[in-house]
T-cell receptor
Framework: KAGVTQTPRYLIKTRGQQVTLSCSPI?????VSWYQQTPGQGLQFLFE???????NKGNFPGRFSGRQFSNSRSEMNVSTLELGDSALYLCASSLAPGQGNTEAFFGQGTRLTVV | AQSVTQLGSHVSVSEGALVLLRCNYS??????LFWYVQYPNQGLQLLLKYTTGATLVKGINGFEAEFKKSETSFHLTKPSAHMSDAAEYFC????????????FGKGTRLSVIA
């Protein structure tokens, strides 16, 4: 079956712009989580969605937002981009939340560069 | 709150040598534990996981890890390193309820020298 698909793979934006990243989970998976990966901070949790509702949110400013659609696809948006937002953004899908032993499957990520 | 500490941001081994990547966790209750691998410009791939039962867990590519509750550790090992094992490895912890997100360690970059 198809894996987690993230688009685009690479993105270059200018400071102050906004950006939208997309994630299509594995078919049948209803939970989508987003992580930011940087060399200095490692993998940091952004948010988690299930059934179009945000279940958990990490410690990021309000410029970072997300949503989930009825087909479980998810988007995240970053407004007023800053240089420090340059990172690899990873999306992970799993069957459902509330199951701590459920494996999370990761996409290949979107590499965002802010100049 | 749960946390994960990976000792050593970079480990270098010779091809054929033992691989040992260390992971210690902090959790008020026994958690679920995971090891993920990340190759350059790729996402994370699950190597193995501990949920319940046998404390020695075998994963893909010849890796295994042992859950030691008394030491709050979940170290990853492989008897003989291969060049293709060069990658970044992440230890992660999840709560039993699954109501909190995966918490990752900072990662350990493994280099394999020919």
């Amino acid at each position: 079956k198809a894996g987690v698909t993230q688009t685009p793979r690479y993105l270059i934006k200018t400071r102050g712009q906004q950006v939208t990243l997309s994630c299509s989970p594995i078919s049948g998976h209803r939970s989508v989580s987003w992580y930011q990966q940087t060399p200095g901070q490692g993998l940091q949790f952004l948010f988690e969605y299930f059934s179009e509702t945000q279940r958990n949110k990490g410690n990021f400013p309000g410029r970072f937002s997300g949503r989930q659609f009825s087909n479980s696809r998810s988007e995240m948006n970053v407004s007023t981009l800053e240089l420090g937002d340059s990172a690899l953004y990873l999306c992970a899908s799993s069957l459902a939340p509330g199951q701590g032993n459920t494996e999370a499957f990761f996409g290949q990520g979107t590499r965002l560069t802010v100049v | 709150a749960q946390s994960v500490t990976q000792l050593g941001s970079h480990v270098s081994v010779s091809e054929g040598a033992l691989v040992l990547l260390r992971c210690n966790y902090s959790s008020s209750v026994p958690p679920y534990l995971f090891w993920y691998v990340q190759y350059p410009n790729q996402g994370l791939q699950l190597l193995l996981k501990y949920t319940t039962g046998a404390t020695l867990v075998k994963g893909i590519n010849g890796f295994e890890a042992e859950f030691k509750k008394s030491e709050t550790s979940f170290h990853l090992t492989k008897p003989s390193a291969h060049m293709s094992d060069a990658a970044e490895y992440f230890c992660a912890v999840s709560s039993l309820s699954g109501n909190t997100p995966l918490v990752f360690g900072k990662g350990t970059r493994l280099s394999v020298i020919a």
